[in-house]
C-alpha cells in the first residue's frame, strides 16, 4: 500500500509542477482518513457506515480485539447528544463517556460501543468535568466530527496534539466541511501536507450545490459605510423574511410534497461568554443592540415603519438609497408575492398589521419585551406588549451582561423596551428547530456553526463571525441552505425529479444572507467565489412569453376523479377513504405476497470466496423469533416510513404490528433456515432488519392497494379546459440567473429573440434548449442541461422528457403527410398534476410526464407516457404492469369512444436491464428504449396505437 500511494504522490508532483511537492507517505501517515462533506450531505451517516466498514473488516482479519475502544470527539455536549441519539438510530451502542465513567458501562469495551467526548474535556489531568488523555490511551478508532477545529490558535494546537495521542497506535476518521479553509487559515505546512494525503473525499459546497443539493441562496449587501441606510436595508430584510413566511403559510397545501419547514430568521455572530466580555464579545453586543433597537422602533413607530415598507415595495434603489457598488437596486423584483398582494388592495398598512400578527405573534402591537429566563440556558425571550407567546429568542453565553447592555442602549437612545428576569419562562432553545414552534426569530452566538439540527433557516443575518476564518463563514453558511426536499432527495426542486413547481417555492429554496458590516459581507462574497460558486448578489430574471395555443374546441378527454355532491371537490383517498390501518390482510395480498429475498445480501455478508447452496429455503417468522424482536423500534421506523411519504391517513399501532407478524400468509421470505435460529447479538439485529422491511414493504403495498381500490371506481372522463392544473396559468416563464453570468443572459436573450421571430423550432444556446411543438398545448416547452446556471418557472424538462418531445416532433413532421390523409389528429401535454389527488397514478407506482392524445375515426386515444429509467424496477413491478391496470379502467368507464393506454419509454438500455425477458416481449409490456431504439420507437409507439383503430 505504501509503494502505491508514493508511486502515485511522484506522478502527482510531476504532473503538477506549478506547486509545490506533495511529500512522500510514511507509515504514520497510513492511520487517518478524512472526509470533506458539505454541511447537510450526510456526514453522520458517512461516520456511521465508517464504523460500521471497520468493524466488518478488522474482525475478517482478527484484528478487533487490538483496540480499546471506539471514541467519537465532538466540539460541544449539545452536539453529543445528537450523535448519540442518531447513533441508537442506527443500531449503534453510544453513550456519554464522562456520564458513564466509573460503571460499568465506562469499562473499554473494544469496537462495541462508542464512547462519545467533548474535546473540550480532554485534559492533561484527570477532574470532575475532564478526562485526563494519557488514560484512555492511544490504541483507539477515533471518530472526530468537526474535523478541522484544533488547527489554529493556541488552545486548539492543544486539542489537535491530543486526539493524535487518543489514536497513535489506532485509527482515526475525521469529518469536516472545511478542511481546505482550515488548512488555509492555520498557515501550517505540516498541516497541509498531512490533510493533502489523508482527505479521500471532497464533496465541498461547490459540488453540493452544483448538483442541486440545498437552498440557493442570495447574498443581499450594501458596500461601504451604510449608516444612513441601514435602518431601510433593515426594513427590507425584515420585509424579505415576512414574505418567505406568508407564502410558505397561505400556500402550504402545495408545498406538502416538497418537505419544507417553517422559515426562521437568525442573526449569528461570535460567542458572547461569561465573565468580562472580550473586544469582539462587546462588539457583537452592540450587534446585537442595534438589531434589538430596530425592532424596539420598527414596533414603536408604526408610521414611520409603515412609510419605509412603502418606499421599498414601491420605489427604486436610486430613491431608497439600496444600491449595490455598480448602482443596481439590491432588492430589485424581491417582492414580486407582496407586489401582487398589494395590486389585490393590501397597502404598506395592511402589511404592518399583518406583519405584527403573523411575523411578531401579536396583532395588538405594543412594545419590545425582553425576558431573560433564568438559569443556566443563556436564553433571553422577546415579546410584543401584553402577549404570552414570543417571538423571538436571543441564546448567548452571558445572558445578563447583553441585557444590561441592551438595557443601557435603549437608556442612552430613548428606546421604548422593558428588560426584566422570568421565572415562568423555561428554556425554548431546543424547540425552536421544530415548525410547531412561535419562534421566528433566533438571535444567538456562533454555536449554531456546528452541528446544530435544524431545517427552518431561511434569512440569515450576519454578525462579526469568521472576520479571519473561512470555515466558520462556510459552516454558518451550510446551517441555512440545508432542505429536505421532494421525497426527502434533499434537492431544490428544479433539480429533484418533482412533476411540478408550485409557485412561488423558489422564495422557500434560497437563503437570503445579509450583514451587519459591508467589510465582512463582501469577505464573505469573495470567499463564494473562490470556491467557484456564483455570488448571487442580484438575480437577473428573465420572462418568455408562455403561449397556450390549444383552443379546447375538441373537447379532449381527460381522467380525473369524480367530484362530491356535497362541495363540488374532487374525491381525495387521504380526507374521503376510510383510514387504512396496518394489520389488516386483503385477499389481494395473500394472492400477489410481499416478496423479500435476503440471499443476495447474506452472501454479500459472508466471507469472500465462500458461496450460498443455490438451492434457497423459504421461511417465516415464528413466535420464538417474534419474542425476540423491538416492537417500540419497529413502531418508530414505521411511523418514520408513512412520515416520509405524507402518508398522514394510515393508521399504525403495535398491535397491528404484532397481529401482521403473527401471520405469515402475506409475505414470501428468503433466508437461509439457519439464520432463524441467531445465537449472536448480530444475528438478533438481522432478524429485526428482516421483519422491519417486511412490514415496509407491507406498507407500501397494502396503503397503495387501498388507496386503488378507493380511486378507481370513482374515475370519470372529463372535457379538458383552461383551468386545469396541467395548463399553467403563469402568462410568462420566468428565467433566473445570477447577474453576473453575462454569457449566460445574452443566450437567454438570443434565444428569447429567436422565439419572436419564429426562427427556428429547436433552438440551444449553451446549456438552455427551447422547442416549439404545435401538437403541444402550450409553447414554448424549455430545457437546462443538468447542472446549468439557469432556473426556470413554472417548469422545464428533463433529458429524458425532451428528448421525447423532440423525437415526437421530429417524427410528426416527417410524417406529416400520412396523418393528414389518415385523418389523424395528434395532441401532446405535459402532465403536471401529478401528485394533486388523482391517486390512482402514484398507487400503481406509475408517474406519467405526458398525455398524448390521438384522434382518428371519432374515437380519442389516451395515452400516458413516462420517459424514464428502469434500473431500479422489474418486469413484474407496478409500474410496468401499469399498461394492464389501465385497461381495466377503460372497462369501467364504458366509454367506447375513448381507449386508453400507457408506455414506458426507457432511458435506461436493454442491455443494462439484465431482466429474463426478450427487448420483444417487452414491447408486448409497452416498454419501449428510446436511447439505444431512438430511430424506431416512435415508430413502434404509434404501430402499437394504431394497431387499435377499428
Given amino acids: 500500500l505504501l509503494n502505491d500511494l508514493n508511486a502515485f504522490v511522484e506522478r502527482f508532483n510531476s504532473h503538477w509542477t506549478d506547486y509545490a511537492d506533495v511529500p512522500p507517505y510514511n507509515d504514520d501517515d497510513l492511520n487517518k482518513l478524512c472526509m470533506q462533506n458539505a454541511t447537510g450531505s450526510g456526514k453522520t451517516l458517512l461516520m456511521h457506515v465508517n464504523l460500521l466498514q471497520y468493524r466488518h473488516y478488522a474482525a475478517k482479519h482478527g484484528k478487533d480485539k487490538e483496540l480499546s475502544r471506539v471514541i467519537l470527539l465532538t466540539p460541544n455536549e449539545r452536539l453529543s447528544e445528537q450523535h448519540i441519539t442518531e447513533f441508537r438510530e442506527s443500531d449503534i451502542s453510544a453513550d456519554s463517556y464522562l456520564q458513564s465513567r466509573g460503571g460499568l458501562f465506562g469499562l473499554a469495551q473494544g469496537l462495541a460501543r462508542v464512547d462519545v467526548l467533548e474535546i473540550t474535556k480532554l485534559a492533561d489531568q484527570e477532574g470532575p468535568n475532564t478526562i485526563a488523555t494519557r488514560s484512555l490511551g492511544d490504541q483507539n478508532l477515533l471518530l472526530v466530527d468537526e474535523g478541522h477545529r484544533g488547527m489554529s490558535g493556541k488552545e486548539e494546537g492543544v486539542w489537535f496534539t491530543r486526539r493524535s495521542d487518543l489514536c497513535a497506535k489506532g485509527f482515526a476518521f475525521e469529518y469536516s466541511a472545511t478542511f481546505e479553509q482550515a488548512v488555509q487559515a492555520s498557515g501550517n505546512a505540516e498541516f497541509e501536507n498531512s490533510y493533502a494525503k489523508t482527505v479521500v473525499f471532497d464533496y465541498s459546497y461547490r459540488w453540493f450545490y452544483e448538483d442541486g443539493f440545498g437552498k440557493d441562496y442570495q447574498i443581499l449587501n450594501l458596500p461601504g459605510s451604510f449608516a444612513e441606510t441601514q435602518s431601510i436595508y433593515m426594513t427590507a430584510c425584515l420585509l424579505k423574511f415576512y414574505q418567505q413566511l406568508r407564502i410558505y403559510e397561505e400556500k402550504a397545501k402545495d408545498f406538502e410534497p416538497f418537505n419544507l419547514e417553517k422559515p426562521l430568521w437568525i442573526f449569528v455572530g461570535s460567542t458572547v461568554s461569561s465573565g468580562k466580555m472580550s473586544k469582539d464579545e462587546q462588539i457583537v453586543a452592540t450587534d446585537v443592540a442595534l438589531i434589538i433597537q430596530f425592532i424596539a422602533d420598527f414596533l414603536d413607530n408604526s408610521q414611520v415603519a409603515t412609510r419605509r415598507m412603502h418606499e421599498i415595495l414601491t ?39 399583518d406583519i405584527l400578527a403573523r411575523l411578531f405573534n401579536y396583532a395588538a402591537g405594543g412594545h419590545l419585551s425582553l425576558d431573560r429566563i433564568k438559569g443556566e440556558s443563556g436564553e433571553v425571550a422577546l415579546r410584543v406588549g401584553t402577549s404570552e407567546t414570543p417571538f423571538g429568542l436571543i441564546n448567548v453565553g452571558d445572558a445578563k451582561s447583553l441585557c444590561d447592555h441592551v438595557a ?33 426569530l433566533l438571535i444567538g452566538s456562533k454555536k449554531f456553526v456546528e452541528g446544530w439540527d435544524c431545517w427552518r433557516v431561511s434569512t440569515m443575518g450576519l454578525m462579526h463571525v469568521g ?86 374546441g375538441k373537447k379532449l378527454k381527460i381522467l380525473r376523479p369524480k367530484r362530491k355532491a356535497s362541495d363540488g371537490k374532487e374525491y381525495d383517498f387521504k380526507k374521503d377513504a376510510a383510514v387504512p390501518t396496518v394489520g389488516d390482510i386483503p385477499d389481494y395480498m395473500t394472492l400477489g ?24 429455503d423459504k421461511v417465516s417468522l415464528r413466535e420464538e423469533h417474534l419474542a425476540l424482536l423491538d416492537y417500540d423500534k419497529l413502531f418508530f421506523e414505521l411511523e418514520r416510513f408513512k412520515r416520509e411519504r405524507n402518508w398522514y391517513n394510515f393508521n399504525i399501532t403495535k398491535h397491528g404490528i404484532k397481529s401482521l407478524l403473527r401471520n405469515p400468509n402475506w409475505y414470501t421470505l428468503y433466508l437461509p433456515e439457519s439464520r432463524l435460529n441467531p445465537a449472536t447479538f448480530d444475528g438478533v439485529l438481522l ?43 403563469e402568462e410568462f416563464y420566468q428565467l433566473i440567473v445570477d447577474g453576473d453570468e453575462e454569457q449566460v443572459i445574452q443566450g437567454i436573450q438570443q434565444i428569447k429573440k429567436d422565439l419572436e421571430q419564429k426562427k427556428d423550432d429547436l433552438l440551444k444556446v449553451g446549456d438552455l434548449n427551447a422547442c416549439n411543438f404545435g401538437k403541444h398545448l402550450f409553447q414554448p416547452l424549455f430545457h437546462v442541461r443538468r447542472g446549468g446556471k439557469i432556473t426556470i418557472l413554472p417548469v422545464a424538462l428533463g433529458e429524458s422528457e425532451y428528448q421525447f418531445v423532440t423525437d415526437l416532433k421530429t417524427w410528426c413532421d416527417s410524417h406529416k403527410a400520412a396523418l393528414e390523409k389518415e385523418g389523424m389528429e395528434l395532441f401532446l401535454l405535459r402532465n403536471m398534476s401529478r401528485g394533486k389527488g388523482v391517486g390512482f397514478f402514484e398507487a ?22 413516462e420517459p424514464h429509467g428502469l434500473l431500479h424496477e422489474g418486469p413484474a413491478s407496478e409500474k410496468v404492469l401499469f399498461h394492464k391496470r389501465i ?43 428510446m436511447t439505444n431504439d431512438r430511430d424506431k420507437y416512435i415508430d413502434k409507439l404509434f404501430a402499437r396505437l394504431r394497431g387499435m383503430v377499428k
Fill in 315 to 353: 420605489g427604486k434603489g436610486q430613491d431608497t438609497g439600496l444600491l449595490d457598488k455598480d448602482g443596481n437596486d439590491i432588492f430589485a423584483g424581491a417582492f414580486t408575492y407582496l407586489a401582487r398582494a398589494m395590486t389585490r388592495g393590501e397597502d404598506a398598512s395592511a402589511l404592518y398589521r
Fill in 408 to 440: 443601557e442602549v435603549a437608556a442612552q437612545n430613548g428606546t421604548r423596551l422593558t428588560v426584566e428576569d422570568s421565572d415562568f419562562t423555561e428554556a425554548m432553545f431546543a424547540s425552536v428547530k421544530d415548525s410547531t414552534s412561535p419562534v421566528n
Fill in 467 to 552: 472576520r479571519s476564518e473561512g470555515s466558520q463563514i462556510i459552516q454558518l453558511f451550510g446551517r441555512g441552505v440545508r432542505l429536505k426536499g421532494y421525497e426527502w432527495s434533499l434537492k431544490r426542486s428544479g433539480h429533484s425529479h418533482a412533476p411540478l413547481r408550485p409557485a412561488f417555492i423558489e422564495e422557500l429554496e434560497t437563503l437570503n444572507v445579509f450583514g451587519i458590516e459591508a467589510d465582512f459581507m463582501e469577505k464573505f462574497r469573495e470567499f463564494l467565489k473562490e470556491e467557484g460558486l456564483p455570488g448571487n448578489e442580484r438575480r437577473k430574471t428573465i420572462t418568455i412569453p408562455l403561449n397556450v395555443t390549444y383552443d379546447f
Fill in 593 to 616: 405476497t410481499v416478496v423479500a429475498d435476503w440471499y443476495p445480501r447474506i452472501q454479500a455478508m459472508q466471507s469472500r470466496g465462500s458461496t450460498l447452496s443455490t438451492h434457497k
Fill in 687 to 729: 432478524l429485526q432488519q428482516v421483519a422491519s422491511e417486511l412490514l415496509k414493504r407491507y406498507c407500501d403495498h397494502y396503503y397503495n392497494y387501498r388507496k386503488r381500490e378507493y380511486i378507481e371506481p370513482r374515475l370519470e372522463l372529463r372535457d379538458l379546459t383552461s383551468d386545469d392544473d396541467n395548463i399553467p396559468q
Fill in 844 to 865: 400503481g407506482n406509475f408517474h406519467p410526464d405526458f398525455i398524448l392524445w390521438m384522434l382518428i375515426g371519432g374515437k380519442q386515444y389516451v395515452t400516458f407516457i
Fill in 887 to 929: 385497461k381495466d379502467v377503460e372497462q369501467r368507464l364504458k366509454d367506447p369512444t375513448v381507449i386508453l393506454n400507457s408506455f414506458i419509454l426507457s432511458w435506461t438500455r436493454y442491455p443494462q436491464l439484465k431482466w429474463d425477458n426478450t427487448q420483444d416481449e417487452l414491447e408486448d409490456m409497452h416498454v419501449l428504449f
